[in-house]
């Protein structure tokens, strides 16, 4: 299930996506975005950044997977029928795991933030450290 509209600005090390969540959409209650969801779109934001690099470098996109959240901070609820912002950034990388920021903004306020961490397989520029010798 995408949970992200677009992917409007991407590098190597940060992008940014854009969701609007209708009334009927999954993870929309009462007028406000679960937060699991919002997490769910953070971490469907930095698939996205990692599909675009292999897509532009010609190679398929790698296989992941989010693997822990940490310090996931929830300000203010996160409204439907506005257009999020989602912004991530690498801050770690150590053999085929990193770790990203993510941030959920509505126009200049942080609705949310806080860290996730992932499992990307088989992904070049991931793998700094050296696998087991054959």
């Known amino acids: 299930m995408v949970m992200i509209d677009a992917l409007v600005s991407g590098g190597e090390d940060a992008a940014t996506a854009v969701k609007t969540f209708a009334p009927a959409d999954y993870g929309a209650d009462r007028g406000t975005v679960l937060e699991p969801v919002l997490i769910e779109c953070v ?40 257009q999020l912002r989602l912004s991530v950034e690498i801050t770690r990388r150590l053999g085929p795991f990193c ?6 903004c509505l126009d200049e306020t942080v609705l949310a933030e806080g860290e996730l961490k992932f499992y990307i397989a088989d992904n070049p520029g991931l793998n700094d450290v050296p696998g087991p010798s054959a």
Do not use: C, E
């Open 43 to 82: 971490a469907q934001t930095v698939a996205a950044m990692h599909g675009a690099a292999a897509q532009a470098a010609g190679r398929p996109p790698a296989q992941g997977m989010l693997v822990g959240v940490r310090d996931f901070r929830f300000h203010q609820p996160a409204p439907v029928g506005r």
């Open 99 to 104: 770790i990203a920021t993510g941030r959920v």
